[in-house]
């Protein structure tokens, strides 16, 4: 029986001598390797936290400390240790969630998968237990050094040192990277401080010898140690946390148990907010992660454990590659343009253009706050700035979106990867806020691109707006094939008519337009006639849109964004201004929290397919066209 298999909890490992623990750590590798590359996830971050999560666990007592990760994807060792070791379907339907998750287990307290905010919370927690009377109660934050080249973080390392006498452990898990290096000041400054672990064993030393001396030892000795300060200061700036008033403990070899729980016991005995700072390896112990120089293996899909080669390589063109090779394009093009991404270069797509424009890409860390913000200044000094985010991140920015670029009429370009549903990685990262947050931005534009030619068209359309803030959106998913426009009406692609007079007015965004061109067969099979468009720009909502509804005795509106305050909406707004009384109904993602399960499941389980449409669309028009009688319809 292996000593993974034995532990159904922390308490299990507190158990276990300390000369098991190598053995233990060494088969908790091997199961990540074997699992998570049958599966897919977030693989080089748990190699590297292995002896750190054996250690917390051992020094406290979860779930009663708590614990917050960030972010929640190095957390696939921690529900190891905690009692979920069937990871046969990790992140898929009905399996373990890619991230802390309240429903398996008391010990997730938190389903962090935002960066730079476990320190916020942890803040809330240690107050919380202050004056609720719990002063045995620890509160431990587990940070990696990309999450604290976020503002968050650092708003709440301010709140943190204001009190002196509440507990909080800070543990700072420093291995360089975020997805790839992780940059910035923030980054040479604990870079410094790994050149610097000698520093604390050279003043024990010397301490040592001075006081052995007679009679002039020890004054020279308080001297030294009066001027200590200023040594840190010069040999090892962790300066910069004590002037926060936070204890520092460091560097510690993160990959050694006992260090790191000595380092977390006298942490836990402090009685104060302390930071512990570990160096690990992203990867550790499987050498094709080690030396993957691009993010060590950071996710991974299914792959093969020997060859690294994907199980099952997509046979189609993603949507985030065409984007960078457009990007790559139009870098050739037109200097004026710049890219920024946050701490996410080749998720986004821009490693090309990196590579040919090196000085025209900006890595700002995860700061998607700052790097709009910096964008506006970039447009402001006469540049054209593309941000390239995941969907789901822009939300965290919306107030310099709104502020900063709209409020200026900045050209500044903002392209939303992974947006609509994305599945696999949970609640948090579907793309589904998008196209409601930013319909309330005066003067934004906003494309959804239906296919691959579309995307490169729209994306230098996108750029030849020097006036006000632009969107293009796009999923996580292959492109597919491209879609043909047999009329152009106003801005508006006619994709197809399914008879002389159609009746229903599908309105397909974006990549919906194939479930709608199904539909359309469909619902004519139903004896339902249609028109299918696609707006191109679904904001501001084409002019000659409110026409082709008057013509219409229906208007469906079908879109991968929440169907609250969405393109629908907006749609149902402009008719009811130019007083087109169309019936329409909205198809889209639900308000609610959707749990992981891959795109196509969550598309079927919402009726964002061709079928699911179809059926909607007809439920609906029998209700709404009472003069369409059975008969009628089959009639022919």
Not at 68 to 93: E, M, N
Not at 414 to 424: I, N, P, Q
Not at 477 to 482: F, H, K, L, Q, R
Not at 550 to 576: C, K
Request: net charge negative; proline share 6%.
């Amino acid at each position: 029986m292996s000593l993974l298999s034995t532990i159904k909890g922390p308490a299990d490992l507190k158990h276990l001598p300390a000369a098991e623990l190598p053995v233990l750590a060494e088969e908790i590798r091997d199961f990540l390797i074997d699992a998570v590359t049958r599966t897919g996830g977030h693989l080089g971050p748990n190699l590297g936290v292995v002896e750190l999560t054996i250690a917390l666990h051992r020094v406290f007592d979860s779930p009663y400390d708590r614990i917050v990760w960030d972010t929640g994807h190095q957390s696939y060792v921690h529900k190891l240790l905690t009692g979920r070791q069937d990871f046969s379907r990790l992140r898929a339907r009905g399996g373990l969630s890619g991230y802390p998750s309240r429903a398996e287990s008391e010990h997730d307290l938190v389903e962090n998968s935002h960066a730079s905010t476990a320190l916020a919370y942890a803040d809330g927690l240690a107050k919380a237990a202050q004056l609720l009377g719990q002063h045995d109660r620890q509160t431990v934050a587990v940070i990696g050094d990309g999450a604290l080249t976020g503002g968050l973080a650092w708003e709440a390392l301010n709140n943190i040192a204001e009190s002196q006498d509440r507990p909080l452990v800070i543990v700072v898990n420093d291995n360089e990277r975020s997805y790839a290096k992780t940059v910035g000041g923030l980054a040479h400054h604990l870079s410094t401080l790994r050149t610097t672990q000698g520093y604390e064993r050279f003043l024990a030393l010397g301490k040592g010898a001075l006081q052995r001396t007679p009679l002039v030892g020890q004054p020279i000795f308080e001297a030294l140690h009066g001027a200590k300060k200023g040594f840190k200061d010069a040999f090892a700036p962790q300066g910069m946390f004590e002037d926060l008033g936070l204890k520092y403990l460091g560097p510690i070899d993160g990959h050694d148990t006992a260090a790191v729980e000595q380092a977390l016991r006298q942490a836990r005995g402090f009685g104060g907010p302390v930071i512990v700072h570990c160096l690990t390896v992203k990867g550790r112990g499987y050498r094709p992660a080690e030396l993957d120089e691009a993010d060590r293996f950071h996710a991974v899909g299914p792959i093969d454990p020997y060859t690294c080669l994907p199980i099952s390589p997509s046979a189609g063109t993603s949507w985030t590659s065409v984007f960078g090779s457009e990007m790559l394009a139009v870098g050739a093009e037109r200097p004026d343009v710049v890219a920024i991404t946050a701490a996410m270069l080749q998720p986004v797509g821009l490693a090309k253009f990196a590579q040919a424009y090196p000085d025209r890409i900006f890595d700002v860390g995860i700061a998607e706050q700052h790097a709009v913000t910096s964008a506006a200044g970039l447009a402001t000094g006469g540049l054209h700035p593309v941000v390239a985010v995941y969907a789901t991140f822009l939300n965290r920015a919306f107030d310099q979106v709104l502020m900063d670029v709209a409020l200026h009429r900045l050209g500044v370009t903002f392209v939303l990867d992974r947006a609509g549903v994305t599945g696999t990685d949970g609640a948090s990262h579907n793309g589904m806020w998008d196209m409601s947050v930013l319909q309330v931005v005066p003067g934004l534009r906003l494309a959804a691109p239906r296919d691959a030619d579309q995307l490169r068209a729209q994306l230098r359309e996108a750029l030849d707006v020097g006036d006000a803030p632009t969107v293009v959106r796009f999923p996580k998913a292959d492109t597919g094939p491209a879609i043909p426009a047999v009329e152009r009406i106003g801005g508006i692609d006619v994709l197809q008519r399914t008879g002389p007079a159609p009746e229903i007015l599908l309105v397909a965004v974006g990549t919906t337009a194939p479930a709608c061109l199904d539909a359309a067969a469909l619902l004519l099979a139903e004896g339902f006639t249609s028109t299918v468009v696609d707006p191109r720009w679904v904001k501001p909502v084409d002019p000659a849109l409110p026409g082709l509804a008057a013509a219409h005795r229906l208007v469906v509106t079908v879109e991968d964004n929440g169907r609250a305050g969405g393109v629908g909406a907006a749609v149902a707004q402009a008719l009811r201004d130019a007083g087109v009384d169309t019936p329409l109904r909205v198809l889209g993602i639900p308000q609610e929290f959707l749990a992981h399960a891959s795109r196509g499941e969550i598309l079927e389980e919402i009726g964002l397919t061709g079928t699911g449409v179809a059926a909607q669309t007809a439920a609906i028009a029998k209700h709404l066209l009472p003069t369409r009688g059975a008969d009628q319809r089959h009639a022919g």
